[in-house]
């Protein structure tokens, strides 16, 4: 059989506790003046067994325990060692704490049984107050410690089911992360999916009318049709391709919502949110000749002042929800949402993050800039902002140019 290696540190207590041993015995301090063995070296072999038992304490808790109980019992038949019985106390300690359950739980009631019996053992013998000073050695030496293990036993294992619940929460967030961030991209497919087939129908039905009717005017207008709708569908159809992950959504066709609903969805949210004491403006700075957006600009941007709303109705303190859209020199879109920071009277409504998830996703796969996080307004209030910035392509690229 093959001893396990010794941990650092219980060698350095075991050769700690032996040095110590060894220097008050060559000064003659012992604990006991009249004893079976009066050989003075015989103090040494208790001491000795015990440091050998400190260096196990660790690998051998229950052995180094036992071993080392024999080795106190020892003791009292010699002039006894003060070191000895201190070293006894740590593996006492150790026993609990890096023993077996079973033995954490029954070390500290066989402890205090034997405190119990030693006390009433020696008053019936002694029927003296130095029994009960006895007594008191006694669970010094065994009682206090084991309980001490426990205590630090159960410490541990608290923290260790903290630290595992912490590390579950850690990946079901994850986990919710990525559902959101999937779930997203699937929506946005969907909804591209309609848009792309919206410009096929258009060219279909355009081309028709091109060869039905043999009119150069209307011919040509029917072509510059067909060639916009291309552009668009083209466009829409490059991100599709890099969206679309699972067919087995539902493909039913759906009106895309774009900016010009921002009224209605600003009315709805205000329904909603008045008996909480919100108030929603609208801010649109758009010039009206800035041209038509790209249909997964608009819808980015419309699905963002939408969760930022829905969000808002959930955790904004009462106060106004303020909607910002408008165009930076560079031609991108920009939106943003600002809402008082604090929390809602009453109940509040649960959140997962997966909003912001989305949000953020929906600007990442546009090349855009998105940030939500509190700031601190013109007047020292605390505000919570949804800000992101769409860059916009040019619709009167080539097909071709759309892939780069």
């Given at each position: 059989?093959?001893?396990?290696?010794?941990?650092?540190?219980?060698?350095?207590?075991?050769?700690?506790?032996?040095?110590?041993?060894?220097?008050?015995?060559?000064?003659?301090?012992?604990?006991?003046?009249?004893?079976?063995?009066?050989?003075?070296?015989?103090?040494?072999?208790?001491?000795?067994?015990?440091?050998?038992?400190?260096?196990?304490?660790?690998?051998?808790?229950?052995?180094?325990?036992?071993?080392?109980?024999?080795?106190?019992?020892?003791?009292?038949?010699?002039?006894?060692?003060?070191?000895?019985?201190?070293?006894?106390?740590?593996?006492?300690?150790?026993?609990?704490?890096?023993?077996?359950?079973?033995?954490?739980?029954?070390?500290?009631?066989?402890?205090?049984?034997?405190?119990?019996?030693?006390?009433?053992?020696?008053?019936?013998?002694?029927?003296?107050?130095?029994?009960?000073?006895?007594?008191?050695?006694?669970?010094?030496?065994?009682?206090?410690?084991?309980?001490?293990?426990?205590?630090?036993?159960?410490?541990?294992?608290?923290?260790?089911?903290?630290?595992?619940?912490?590390?579950?929460?850690?990946?079901?967030?994850?986990?919710?992360?990525?559902?959101?961030?999937?779930?997203?991209?699937?929506?946005?497919?969907?909804?591209?999916?309609?848009?792309?087939?919206?410009?096929?129908?258009?060219?279909?039905?355009?081309?028709?009318?091109?060869?039905?009717?043999?009119?150069?005017?209307?011919?040509?207008?029917?072509?510059?049709?067909?060639?916009?709708?291309?552009?668009?569908?083209?466009?829409?159809?490059?991100?599709?391709?890099?969206?679309?992950?699972?067919?087995?959504?539902?493909?039913?066709?759906?009106?895309?919502?774009?900016?010009?609903?921002?009224?209605?969805?600003?009315?709805?949210?205000?329904?909603?949110?008045?008996?909480?004491?919100?108030?929603?403006?609208?801010?649109?700075?758009?010039?009206?000749?800035?041209?038509?957006?790209?249909?997964?600009?608009?819808?980015?941007?419309?699905?963002?002042?939408?969760?930022?709303?829905?969000?808002?109705?959930?955790?904004?303190?009462?106060?106004?929800?303020?909607?910002?859209?408008?165009?930076?020199?560079?031609?991108?879109?920009?939106v943003g949402v600002t809402s008082a920071l604090g929390g809602q009277p009453g109940p509040?409504?649960?959140?997962?993050?997966?909003?912001?998830?989305?949000?953020?996703?929906?600007?990442?796969?546009?090349?855009?800039?998105?940030?939500?996080?509190?700031?601190?307004?013109?007047?020292?209030?605390?505000?919570?902002?949804?800000?992101?910035?769409?860059?916009?392509?040019?619709?009167?690229?080539?097909?071709?140019?759309?892939?780069?």
């Amino acid at each position: 059989m093959t001893l396990p290696r010794p941990h650092r540190d219980d060698l350095l207590i075991a050769a700690g506790g032996l040095a110590v041993g060894l220097l008050m015995w060559s000064f003659g301090l012992h604990t006991q003046t009249d004893r079976l063995i009066t050989a003075r070296w015989a103090t040494l072999v208790p001491l000795a067994v015990m440091a050998a038992m400190a260096t196990l304490r660790r690998s051998l808790p229950q052995t180094a325990l036992a071993v080392g109980t024999l080795a106190l019992v020892a003791d009292q038949f010699t002039y006894g060692s003060l070191v000895t019985a201190l070293m006894f106390t740590d593996l006492v300690y150790a026993a609990v704490v890096y023993g077996s359950p079973r033995s954490a739980r029954r070390i500290p009631y066989t402890t205090g049984l034997i405190t119990v019996g030693v006390t009433i053992g020696f008053l019936v013998w002694w029927q003296n107050a130095i029994a009960l000073l006895v007594g008191l050695i006694t669970g010094m030496v065994s009682f206090l410690p084991a309980v001490t293990g426990a205590v630090v036993r159960n410490h541990r294992q608290a923290a260790d089911a903290a630290r595992l619940r912490a590390e579950q929460t850690a990946l079901l967030a994850e986990m919710d992360r990525s559902q959101a961030v999937v779930a997203e991209r699937a929506r946005m497919a969907r909804e591209l999916h309609d848009m792309v087939a919206n410009h096929l129908s258009a060219i279909a039905i355009h081309s028709t009318a091109a060869l039905s009717l043999d009119d150069p005017g209307t011919t040509r207008q029917a072509l510059t049709v067909i060639r916009e709708n291309s552009v668009a569908g083209l466009a829409e159809m490059r991100r599709l391709i890099g969206l679309l992950r699972d067919s087995s959504g539902d493909a039913e066709p759906a009106a895309a919502p774009t900016l010009d609903g921002l009224d209605a969805l600003l009315a709805q949210a205000s329904t909603n949110g008045g008996p909480s004491g919100l108030t929603f403006v609208l801010a649109d700075t758009r010039p009206e000749d800035g041209g038509a957006l790209p249909a997964p600009v608009e819808l980015a941007a419309y699905r963002i002042v939408q969760e930022s709303l829905t969000n808002a109705l959930k955790h904004a303190a009462p106060g106004e929800v303020r909607v910002e859209v408008g165009r930076r020199r560079d031609g991108a879109l920009t939106v943003g949402v600002t809402s008082a920071l604090g929390g809602q009277p009453g109940p509040r409504a649960p959140g997962s993050g997966a909003g912001l998830v989305g949000m953020r996703e929906r600007v990442t796969l546009l090349d855009g800039e998105f940030e939500a996080g509190p700031v601190t307004a013109a007047d020292g209030r605390k505000e919570w902002l949804v800000r992101a910035d769409l860059p916009v392509g040019t619709s009167d690229k080539e097909p071709s140019a759309w892939y780069g």
